[in-house]
C-alpha cells in the first residue's frame, strides 16, 4: 500500500518532520480513510440495535395477557440460524483472503457460499415469524412482541440489506475485477456482515436463551 | 390511488397557511423566473448543487440555515402576538389546534433546521481549511448529506400547504402523538421529515470524525489542532453517538402509527414513558453537539480578536471531551417529574450540575485569553462578550433546574422555555452570528459592514433579553409552557415586554439580511485582498478569500500550535515567504448529481408514506436504490488540476502576501 | 516524493494481512472459538447443572467473550498502535452501548416500580 503514488494526489511535497503522532503525517490513503468511515458507521449501527435492546429488555414483560418468550421459542431453529450465519462469517473471510489474491474464480464461490449461507439464515426467520404471526403472537398482539419483531426484524431488514449489497459486489467484481475502489468496498462489506454476526450473538443470547429460561 | 391525499389537504379555509402559500409560491417562482433569466442555473448547478467542494456545501447549508430562520422565527411572533392577545376574556387570534401545530413547528424548526444546518454549515467550510486539507474524506457523501437535509425542509415546509402539521411539540410525546389522538398527517410529517434529514446528518459525523482524525496537514498532530476543530470532533462524535437513538424512536412511532404495534401506546403493554427516556437519551446529547461547535467557534474569535494565543489549550481540549462524554449521562433531568424515584433523581441531579464543570473551565480561558490582550472589538466580539453575559446566566439557571426539587415547581413553565432559548439564543445564535460575519470575508472576498453588524448585535441582546426575562418571572408564577389562552391578566405587561423583545430580534432579522444587501452593493470598499482580514491565527487564513477549489497548491507544513500564526511572524520579520515548494497536479473528487436525485426520490418516498400513497412509495425507494447502483458503476471518481494553474495560483497568491506583508499584522 | 509512509501507523479496520496460511488461519480459529462458544451457551442455558440466577450472568459473559472472538479473528481489531483509533472508536461505541442499555433499564425499572395501580386493579377495588 504505498503512498508515493498518491503523495502528488494530495499535493504532498514537503517531508513531514517531527515525529507527532497518528494521522498527522499527511492525509492518510484512501485505503485506510474509507475502511475507518465505515467502521464509524457500523458503530453508530451498534448504538442503533443498543436502543433496540434497551426497548426489548423494558418491555419484555409486557405481554398483555398474551403469549409470552417460553411458549414462542424454538432454540433447535435458532441454532440451526446461529450456524448458518456465522459459517456465512466465516466464508466470507475466506472471500476476503482470496480477493487480495486476485482470484476471480475462488472469490466469486465463497461470495456465493456467503449469499446462501445467509438466505438460509432469512429463511429461517421468515418461517419463524410467519408461524408466530399465523398463532396470533404476530407484532401487533402485544408491545413485548412489537419489540420482539422489530429488534430481530431490523437484524433480518440488515441482512436483507446484506444481501442485496453482496450481489452488487459480485456484479461489480465480474465486471471490473479486482480494482482499489472494488477492493475498498469489499472490504466495507466484510466488516458489515462480521458485525451483523456480531449482533445476531447479543440476539440468540438475549432474546432466545436468557429469554426462555426456566 | 392517492392514498388519503384529497382536495381537503388544501387549507382553503384558514387564511393565515393560505396566504402563507400563496406568497411563498410566488416568492419561489419569481426567483426561479429571475435565476432563469440571468442565465444562472448551468452555473448553480455546476458551482453549488452538484458541488463536492466542502465550501460550496457549507455556504448551502447556511443558507438554508438562514431562509428557515425566517420561518421559525415568524412562528415565534405570532406565539408571542397570541400570548399577548389572548389574555382573561379574548382568545387571540389562533385558535389552540392552529396554536399547537406553530409551537411544534417552530421548535422543530429552530433545532433540526436552523441550528442544526447552520453549525454544520460551519464546520463544513471551516474544518478542512483549518486543518490544512482539501475536502473532507468523503466529499459525495457531503452533498448526498445536505441534499437529504433539504428534503426534510421541503417536507416540513409543505405541510404549511398540503395538510398540517404536529401538534404534538418538537419531539412528539406519545400518546397523543400516537394514532389514536393524532390520526392526521401532522405527526407523520414530522417523523419523516426528521428520518431523512437524520440520515444526512449521521452521514455527516462519519464524514468529520474520519476527517478529523485521519487527514490532516502534515505535522498537525492532535494537541496541535485549532480548537474548533476539537470542537467539531466532540460534536461528531456525539451526532454518531445520539442520531442513531433518535432513528429508533421516531421509528418506533412510526411502526405503532401505521403498522398497529404497541411500543408507546395506552393499550397493549404499551409504555409512552419509555418514549420521554429514549427521545431525551438523543435530546440531550443534541443541544451538547449545537453549543460545543459554538464554543469553539468563540474559541477562535476571542483568541483572534485578543491578539493571543488561546489560554489553556490543553484544559480547553480536555474539558470538550469531558463535556462529550459527561453529556451522555445527564437526560433524565428532562423528566425529573415522571416519577423515577428519588434515587435516580439525585443522581442524574448530581450528574447535570457535574457537567457545568467543564464548561467553566471554557468561560475561564476565554476571560484568561482576553486579561493581558489588546482586545479588538469587531462585530464578531461583541457576541463573544454577549456571549459571556448571557449565556453564564442561562447556564446558572440550568444548574438550578438541575436540582429535582426546584425542577419539579418548574419543570414545563415558562422559567424553563426562558433557560432553554437563553443558552441557545446566548450560546449558538450568537456564535453563529459571530461565525457569519468572521468567516464571511473567507467566503465571498469582502467583509460585511461593520456599523449595521453592531446593529444587528444590539437587536439580538437587546431583543433577546426583553423577550425572555419576563418569562423567567412568569415562570416562577405559575405560567406553563406552550399556551393558547393566558387566564391570569397580571401576566399581560410581562407578556407585552416580551413581545416587544421578540420584535426587536425580528428587526435583527431584517438588518441581517438589510447588511447582507448593502454589504454586497458596496463590497468593492471592503475586499479582502490578503485573504487575512482579521490577523487571524489558524490556516484557513493562509489562503485566498475565496480560497481555491482546492485549497491549497501544497499541503502546508505544520511545525506547532497556531500553525498559520509561527509562520506569519516568521514571515514579516524576515520579509519574505517560505521557499517556492514545488507544485503537481492536484486530483479532485468529480461533480454528482447522486445528492439531489437520491434526495428527490427520498421526497417522494417520504410523501407518499405520509399520505399512504404504497406505489409510490415503493417507486420512490427503488429509485434512491438504483441512482446508489448507479453510482457504484462508475469509473471516473476525479479530475486533475493541471499544475499550470496550481502554479499560476499559488504565485499570484504569494505576490499579494508578499506585496501586502506589513498590512497582515495588527500588531505591526 | 516523501519518505514518511503514513500507513506505517495507520491499519484499516478488518483488513486481513501478512500471509495467506496466517490470514486463513485466523477465520480458522475464529471459527472454531466460536462455534466453542455458541456450544456452551447453548448447553448453559438448557442444563440444570448450574446455579439458576448465574446462568444469565453465564450467558452473557459467553456473548461477550464470543464478541471479542469475532473483533480479533474476523475484524483484526488489535491493540497494536496501528490500530489505536480503531480500537478507541469500538470504546467509545461499547460506552455509549452500555449508558443506554443500563440507563434504560435502571430508569424504566424504577418508573414502572412507581406507577400506580393497573386498570385490572382499579377494577377490582371498584367492584367492592
Known amino acids: 500500500m504505498t503512498t508515493v503514488s498518491e503523495a502528488p494526489a494530495v499535493g504532498l511535497t514537503h517531508q513531514g518532520s517531527e515525529d507527532t503522532g497518528l494521522g498527522h503525517r499527511g492525509p492518510a490513503s484512501k485505503s485506510i480513510v474509507v475502511p475507518y468511515g465505515f467502521w464509524l458507521f457500523i458503530l453508530s449501527d451498534m448504538v442503533l440495535f443498543s436502543a433496540l435492546f434497551a426497548t426489548y429488555a423494558s418491555l419484555v414483560h409486557a405481554t398483555d395477557g398474551g403469549p409470552i418468550t417460553n411458549q414462542l421459542f424454538d432454540r433447535k431453529l435458532v441454532a440451526i440460524e446461529t450456524l448458518a450465519l456465522l459459517l456465512s462469517s466465516f466464508v466470507c473471510g475466506l472471500a476476503m483472503i482470496t480477493a487480495k489474491r486476485r482470484n476471480m474464480l475462488w472469490t466469486q464461490g465463497w461470495l456465493l457460499l456467503t449469499g446462501l449461507l445467509g438466505l438460509v439464515f432469512l429463511s429461517i426467520e421468515l418461517f419463524e415469524f410467519g408461524k408466530m404471526i399465523g398463532e396470533g403472537a404476530g407484532p401487533q398482539r402485544s408491545a413485548f412482541l412489537s419489540s420482539f419483531f422489530t429488534l430481530v426484524g431490523c437484524h433480518g431488514a440488515h441482512v436483507t440489506a446484506g444481501l442485496l449489497w453482496l450481489g452488487t459486489m459480485m456484479a461489480q467484481i465480474w465486471t471490473k475485477g479486482f480494482r482499489q475502489d472494488i477492493m475498498r468496498r469489499l472490504l466495507c462489506y466484510s466488516v458489515f456482515w462480521h458485525a451483523l454476526d456480531i449482533i445476531w450473538v447479543a440476539i440468540f443470547t438475549i432474546v432466545y436463551l436468557i429469554g426462555t429460561l426456566p | 390511488m392517492f392514498g388519503r391525499l384529497t382536495w381537503d389537504a388544501v387549507p382553503f379555509n384558514q387564511p393565515i397557511p393560505l396566504i402563507t402559500s400563496l406568497v411563498v409560491i410566488l416568492a419561489l417562482g419569481a426567483v426561479a423566473i429571475w435565476v432563469t433569466r440571468i442565465r444562472a442555473w448551468p452555473y448553480l448547478w455546476h458551482e453549488y448543487i452538484t458541488s463536492t467542494d466542502h465550501k460550496r456545501i457549507g455556504i448551502m447549508y447556511i443558507v438554508l440555515a438562514l431562509v428557515m430562520l425566517v420561518r421559525g422565527f415568524s412562528d415565534a411572533i405570532m406565539m408571542r402576538a397570541q400570548q399577548s392577545l389572548a389574555i382573561g376574556a379574548s382568545q387571540g387570534y389562533l385558535p389552540p389546534e392552529h396554536y399547537d401545530q406553530i409551537f411544534s413547528a417552530h421548535g422543530t424548526i429552530m433545532i433540526f433546521f436552523v441550528a442544526m444546518p447552520f453549525v454544520i454549515g460551519f464546520m463544513n467550510f471551516v474544518v478542512p481549511l483549518q486543518l490544512g486539507v482539501r475536502d473532507v474524506a468523503f466529499p459525495t457523501m457531503n452533498n448526498v448529506s445536505f441534499w437529504l437535509t433539504a428534503s426534510g425542509v421541503l417536507l416540513v415546509n409543505l405541510s404549511l400547504f398540503l395538510g398540517e402539521f404536529a401538534r404534538t411539540g418538537w419531539l412528539g410525546f406519545p400518546p397523543l402523538s400516537e394514532k389514536a389522538f393524532s390520526p392526521g398527517v401532522g405527526v407523520d410529517y414530522y417523523l419523516v421529515a426528521l428520518q431523512i434529514s437524520g440520515v444526512g446528518t449521521v452521514l455527516t459525523a462519519v464524514n468529520f470524525v474520519t476527517t ?421 458503476w462508475r469509473d471516473e471518481h476525479e479530475h486533475i488540476i493541471p499544475v499550470e494553474e496550481v502554479r499560476a495560483n499559488a504565485r499570484e497568491r504569494r505576490r499579494i502576501r508578499m506585496e501586502h506583508l506589513h498590512e497582515l499584522s495588527q500588531s505591526v | 516524493m516523501t519518505e514518511h509512509d503514513p500507513e506505517l501507523l495507520n491499519v484499516a479496520p478488518g483488513e486481513p494481512h501478512d500471509n495467506m496460511f496466517s490470514e486463513t488461519l485466523s477465520y480458522v480459529i475464529g471459527m472454531g472459538l466460536a462455534l466453542l462458544l455458541t456450544a456452551i451457551s447453548f448447553w448453559v442455558a438448557s442444563t440444570s447443572t448450574l446455579w439458576g440466577p448465574g446462568v444469565a450472568v453465564g450467558l452473557v459473559v459467553l456473548a461477550i467473550a464470543q464478541m471479542g472472538v469475532h473483533l480479533v479473528f474476523f475484524l483484526h481489531i488489535t491493540s497494536g498502535p496501528d490500530n489505536t483509533n480503531n480500537v478507541l472508536a469500538l470504546a467509545f461505541g461499547v460506552l455509549i452501548v452500555f449508558l443506554v442499555m443500563v440507563g434504560t433499564i435502571w430508569i424504566m425499572a424504577h418508573m414502572n416500580a412507581n406507577m400506580g395501580p393497573t386498570p385490572e386493579m382499579m377494577n377490582l377495588q371498584m367492584q367492592h
Open chain 2, 212 to 632: 478529523i482524525l485521519k487527514t490532516r496537514a502534515p505535522g498537525m498532530s492532535y494537541l496541535r489542532m485549532p480548537v474548533f476543530c476539537w470542537t467539531s470532533l466532540a460534536s461528531n462524535l456525539l451526532i454518531l453517538a445520539a442520531f442513531p437513538v433518535l432513528t429508533v424512536t421516531l421509528a418506533l412511532l412510526m411502526l405503532d402509527r401505521y403498522l398497529g404495534f404497541h411500543f408507546f401506546t395506552n393499550d397493549g403493554g404499551g409504555n409512552s414513558m419509555l418514549y420521554m427516556n429514549l427521545i431525551w437519551i438523543w435530546g440531550h446529547p443534541e443541544v451538547y453537539i449545537l453549543i460545543l461547535p459554538a464554543f469553539g467557534i468563540y474559541s477562535e474569535v476571542v483568541s483572534t480578536f485578543s491578539g493571543k494565543p488561546l489560554f489553556g489549550y490543553r484544559s480547553m481540549v480536555f474539558a470538550t471531551l469531558a463535556i462529550c462524554v459527561l453529556s451522555f449521562t445527564v437526560w433524565l433531568h428532562h423528566f425529573f417529574t415522571m416519577g423515577a424515584g428519588a434515587d435516580v433523581n439525585a443522581v442524574f441531579g448530581i450528574a447535570s450540575m457535574l457537567i457545568g464543570i467543564p464548561t467553566g473551565v471554557k468561560i475561564y480561558n476565554w476571560l484568561f485569553t482576553m486579561y493581558g490582550g489588546r482586545v479588538r472589538f469587531n462585530v464578531p466580539m461583541y457576541y463573544a462578550v454577549g456571549f459571556m453575559l448571557t449565556f453564564v446566566v442561562g447556564g446558572l439557571t440550568g444548574v438550578l433546574l438541575a436540582i429535582p426539587p426546584v425542577d419539579f415547581i418548574v419543570h414545563n413553565s415558562l422559567f424553563l422555555v426562558a433557560h432553554f432559548h437563553q443558552v441557545i439564543i446566548g450560546g449558538v445564535v450568537f456564535a453563529l452570528m459571530a461565525g457569519y460575519t468572521y468567516w464571511f470575508p473567507k467566503a465571498f472576498g469582502f467583509t460585511l459592514d461593520e456599523r449595521l453588524g453592531k446593529a444587528v448585535f444590539w437587536c439580538w441582546f437587546i431583543g433577546f433579553h426583553l423577550a425572555f426575562m419576563p418569562l423567567y418571572v412568569l415562570g416562577f408564577w405559575g405560567a406553563t409552557r406552550r399556551m393558547q389562552h393566558i387566564p391570569d391578566p397580571t401576566w399581560a405587561p410581562w407578556l407585552n415586554i416580551a413581545f416587544v423583545g421578540a420584535a426587536i430580534i425580528g428587526l435583527g432579522i431584517v438588518l441581517t439580511v438589510v447588511q447582507l444587501l448593502y454589504s454586497i452593493r458596496t463590497r468593492d470598499r471592503r475586499r479582502d485582498i490578503t485573504g487575512d482580514p482579521w490577523d487571524g491565527r489558524t490556516l484557513e487564513w493562509l489562503t485566498l478569500s475565496p480560497p481555491p477549489h482546492y485549497n491549497f497548491a501544497v499541503l502546508p507544513d505544520v511545525h506547532g500550535e497556531e500553525a498559520y500564526w509561527t509562520r506569519k511572524q516568521t514571515a514579516i520579520k524576515e520579509e519574505r515567504l517560505i521557499d517556492e515548494p514545488n507544485y503537481q497536479p492536484i486530483e479532485m473528487p468529480l461533480n454528482t448529481p447522486v445528492g439531489i436525485i437520491c434526495a428527490f426520490f427520498a421526497s417522494v418516498c417520504g410523501f407518499a408514506v405520509i399520505w399512504y400513497i404504497w406505489w409510490l412509495a415503493i417507486l420512490g425507494l427503488i429509485g434512491a436504490f438504483a441512482i446508489f447502483v448507479w453510482y457504484a
